[in-house]
């Protein structure tokens, strides 16, 4: 596994269909997503496939540059944007990625994402992109990927203590604690407070 710790990525061959992030780190360079679950398509090759996931992985983005960013709730069984970043302009000389996912603290304290404060969908454009991995991460092919919840067609096969600590960055790799050992780190719900950065709830 140690040779697939860091793996940078040109394009955004990622799918995040039943992803979970934890908590964000973001200092004034970097921005760090702890993700469950990421689907990497085409760049690695397990088995024999062309589409694998990843359990436990950090995305890591280096001078970036956010176009876009909801953060979206549930109001009646309604998606709703609660909070978000827009406004700014391409930078043709930067690399671009699309993702999402859905809010893990959300799900693990109310069973369901149907609920206040579910997920978010980035826009994020930026000069680096890598994917950091634990030396215990685990990637397998298929159609489902890896949940430390379980749903109806897929069992459980994440352990959840575990899955809890590092969505809140208790396993946090050496080489991305220096990559902002000189920033001060700010969580993100901090940020959104401070700014006061809420938008007319409509649905998506």
């Known amino acids: ?10 394009d955004d061959d ?17 921005y760090i997503i702890p993700f469950i679950n990421v ?8 088995n024999g496939g062309d589409s694998t996931f990843v ?23 309604v998606p709703v944007v609660l909070y978000s970043i827009s406004g700014k302009e391409y930078n043709r000389n930067l690399k671009n990625f699309l993702l999402g996912g859905d809010n893990f603290n959300s799900k693990l304290s109310n069973g369901t994402i ?16 890598m994917l950091q991995l634990l030396e215990s991460s685990k990637m397998i092919n298929g159609l489902l990927g890896f949940t430390p919840f379980g749903t109806p067609n897929n069992k ?44 007319e709830p409509f649905i998506i």
């Open 55 to 77: 359990d436990m992985a950090y995305l890591v983005f280096k001078n970036y540059n956010i176009i876009d960013c909801e953060f979206y709730g549930y109001n009646a069984e």
């Open 14 to 30: 990622f799918g995040y269909m039943s992803a979970y992030y934890g908590e964000i780190i973001k200092t004034k360079n970097v």
């Open 156 to 199: 459980i096969n994440m352990d959840l203590q575990e899955s809890i600590n590092f969505m809140k960055n208790k396993y946090l790799p050496e080489n991305l604690k220096n990559l902002i050992k000189n920033d001060k780190p700010q969580k993100i719900y901090e940020i959104y407070e401070k700014q006061k950065i809420v938008t």
């Open 114 to 129: 149907d609920t206040f404060d579910s997920g978010c969908d980035w826009d994020i454009e930026c000069e680096t992109f």
């Open 39 to 46: 689907n990497i398509i085409g760049k690695i090759n397990i």
């Open 1 to 10: 596994m140690k040779n697939l710790m860091r793996i940078y990525f040109e």
